[in-house]
């Protein structure tokens, strides 16, 4: 683990750094909800964190995500995401065990959602990943493309469409980010405009969360803000 303990902030000190670009931007403090994504924590470290009152929890791996969900199974009210790449043959212990589904690429990939999700749990949450790449194809198809995939998954019972997910790369500029940040703004506002169920836009990371409160984020997934020295 990167972390060690003594090396955390608190998740309060995390809402204070957050809520300075939140005023900035005149957003409202209770529209952004913060998701701890915790693939570099380990047990005793998200403990602590859901001692503090943190609710949702973000995880990359399919079995690092399990082994937290049943270790906490008695701590009321967490809500899991699942951020990560999906392969084909996870989606049923994802189906199983999240409450949320951040990175739905493909019809097929949903359609395996859909039908593993159990009977007597609540729809699965989910959003579409929008690619960063995907944002220099043509627009008419980009579009076309995206829009039979929410028409798709609206039809599915087990799974709640909420919206759209995007993470940036590394590399990129912050003009290509904000960039990619407004059009993901546009793409969700037109889309949300058309049905009110559509309600969520995770964007924001450590490293770009105030550009994304800007544009519009009211989910964001913050690891390494946790570690003091960043
Ligand atoms: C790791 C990760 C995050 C958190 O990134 P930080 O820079 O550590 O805040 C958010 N989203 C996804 C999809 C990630 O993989």
């Excluded at 082994?67 to 906490?72: A, L, M, N």
């Excluded at 990619?180 to 405009?193: G, P, T």
Aim: net charge positive; glycine share 4%; aromatic share 10%.
């Amino acid at each position: 683990m990167i972390n060690s303990i003594e090396n955390l902030r608190s998740v309060k000190e995390v809402h204070e750094i957050i809520l300075k670009a939140k005023k900035f931007f005149y957003r409202k403090n209770n529209e952004i909800t913060l998701i701890i994504v915790s693939k570099n924590l380990s047990l005793k470290e998200t403990k602590k964190i859901i001692n503090q009152g943190q609710k949702n929890f973000g995880e990359n791996y399919v079995q690092e995500g399990i082994k937290k969900i049943f270790f906490f199974r008695k701590s009321k009210n967490l809500i899991w995401h699942f951020i990560g790449k999906i392969q084909s043959n996870k989606t049923k212990i994802i189906a199983e065990n999240f409450d949320w589904c951040h990175t739905i690429d493909r019809i097929k990939i949903a359609k395996r959602l859909n039908f593993q999700r159990p009977k007597n749990k609540t729809p699965l949450n989910v959003l579409i990943q929008i690619q960063t790449e995907s944002l220099d194809l043509e627009v008419e198809i980009f579009l076309k493309n995206l829009k039979k995939l929410v028409k798709k998954i609206l039809t599915f019972q087990k799974l709640k469409f909420r919206g759209f997910m995007m993470m940036q790369k590394k590399e990129f500029s912050l003009e290509k980010k904000i960039l990619n940040y407004i059009k993901i703004k546009n793409i969700f506002e037109n889309f949300r405009k058309k049905n009110k169920k559509i309600d969520t836009l995770s964007i924001g990371t450590s490293k770009d969360f105030a550009i994304a409160i800007a544009c519009g984020s009211n989910l964001l997934r913050i690891g390494s803000l946790l570690t003091k020295s960043n």
